[in-house]
C-alpha cells in the first residue's frame, strides 16, 4: 500500500545499490526530481533501463551511478548526443558502462510482460532484421497455432520503477493524464515503486477511462512540485526548452559537468532547492 513519504526517505527505502531501475515518462512527467535524489544519496552500480533515455540519464550516468544501460534510444531530444553517456560508454568516464539496445516495440512489449508477470514477450518487429545476430537476448519462437516464426525478448521487471504523475489523493491512487508512455506497465512490473506529483488532492474528480495507478501498486509516494523540471506537466507548466539547449553546452566536458552537478545537485539539500539555484541562473542566462 501507498505511504506518503518524503522523496528523500522514498529513495532511502526503495533504492539499493546494485537495484534495476526505471525512470519512466515520455516527453512530459519525466522524474528528474527522484533521479537527483539517487545522485545525492551516492547509489552505486545500478542496472538502469528506459525506453528514451535523455538528460537525467546523462546526469545519472555522469554521476557515476549506472553500470548497465538498457534502453531503444538515447539522446538529448531535438539538440543532439547525451555528452557524458557517450563518454561512459567511449571512454569508461566516470566508471565503465555496458548498454543493451532494444527496439522501441520490444521495451514496450517487454514491460507488458514484466506486469502480467510472463518471462518473455514475442513479436513481430525483429522480422528480416539482424538484431538476433548481435543480441543474445532476442530468440526466435514458433507460433504453436500457425507455425509462424516471432522474435521473443526478455521481459522487464524492475527491482523500482520511478515515476512522476500530476496528482494523488490521500489514499496514493494516482492520477496521470497527457502524453503517456509505459509509466503504467513499468510500475506494474516492479517488485517496488515510487511516484513522485505535482500535488496531493482529496478527490482524483477522474474522467472516464483515465490512467489511475490504484494506492495498492504504489509503495511510496511523494509531494515535489516542479519535479519534472526541465521537462513538462500537462496541465502545470510547460518544457524548460532553454535547459535541454544548454544541457549540450554544459554537459560536453567531464569539468563543465562535474561543477554543475556539484552546485546544483550534490551542494542543495533537495529539489526545490534545486530549483531556486537553476532560476539565479536562469536570470543569468546560463545554467549553474
Given at each position: 500500500m501507498a505511504q506518503w513519504v518524503s522523496l528523500s526517505e522514498a529513495v532511502a527505502a526503495?533504492?539499493?545499490?546494485?537495484?534495476?531501475?526505471?525512470?519512466?515518462?515520455?516527453?512530459?512527467?519525466?522524474?528528474?526530481?527522484?533521479?537527483?535524489?539517487?545522485?545525492?544519496?551516492?547509489?552505486?552500480?545500478?542496472?538502469?533501463?528506459?525506453?528514451?533515455?535523455?538528460?537525467?540519464?546523462?546526469?545519472?550516468?555522469?554521476?557515476?551511478?549506472?553500470?548497465?544501460?538498457?534502453?531503444?534510444?538515447?539522446?538529448?531530444?531535438?539538440?543532439?548526443?547525451?555528452?557524458?553517456?557517450?563518454?561512459?560508454?567511449?571512454?569508461?568516464?566516470?566508471?565503465?558502462?555496458?548498454?543493451?539496445?532494444?527496439?522501441?516495440?520490444?521495451?514496450?512489449?517487454?514491460?507488458?510482460?514484466g506486469a502480467a508477470n510472463l518471462p518473455f514477450a514475442v513479436l513481430r518487429a525483429y522480422t528480416g532484421s539482424s538484431y538476433e545476430q548481435v543480441s543474445p537476448h532476442i530468440r526466435s519462437v514458433t507460433c504453436p497455432f500457425t507455425g509462424e516464426r516471432l522474435a521473443a525478448t526478455p521481459s522487464v521487471k524492475p527491482d523500482v520503477t520511478v515515476i512522476h504523475a500530476q496528482k494523488a489523493d490521500r489514499k496514493g491512487n494516482v492520477l496521470l493524464w497527457g502524453i503517456l508512455g509505459v509509466q503504467k506497465e513499468a510500475v506494474l512490473a516492479a517488485k517496488r515503486s515510487i511516484v513522485t506529483v505535482e500535488e496531493r488532492v482529496e478527490s482524483l474528480d477522474a474522467p472516464p477511462n483515465a490512467c489511475i495507478l490504484p494506492g495498492w501498486v504504489v509503495d511510496a509516494v511523494c509531494v515535489v512540485p516542479g519535479g519534472a523540471a526541465p521537462s513538462y506537466a500537462h496541465g502545470y507548466y510547460e518544457r524548460d526548452n532553454a535547459f535541454y539547449r544548454q544541457w549540450d553546452a554544459v554537459s560536453r566536458s567531464r569539468e563543465q559537468f562535474s561543477a554543475w552537478l556539484k552546485q546544483s545537485v550534490l551542494e542543495t539539500a533537495n529539489f526545490a532547492e534545486y530549483q531556486r539555484v537553476q532560476e539565479i541562473w536562469r536570470e543569468k542566462g546560463a545554467l549553474r
Open positions: 526503495h533504492v539499493h545499490d546494485g537495484d534495476f531501475v526505471a525512470l519512466e515518462g515520455f516527453t512530459h512527467l519525466i522524474p528528474f526530481a527522484a533521479g537527483h535524489e539517487i545522485i545525492r544519496q551516492g547509489r552505486r552500480n545500478l542496472s538502469l533501463v528506459r525506453m528514451t533515455p535523455d538528460l537525467i540519464y546523462d546526469q545519472l550516468i555522469g554521476a557515476g551511478c549506472a553500470a548497465r544501460l538498457t534502453f531503444s534510444w538515447g539522446g538529448n531530444p531535438g539538440v543532439g548526443s547525451l555528452h557524458r553517456f557517450r563518454d561512459a560508454v567511449e571512454n569508461d568516464w566516470p566508471v565503465p558502462l555496458s548498454i543493451e539496445e532494444r527496439s522501441h516495440s520490444d521495451l514496450a512489449n517487454a514491460y507488458v510482460a
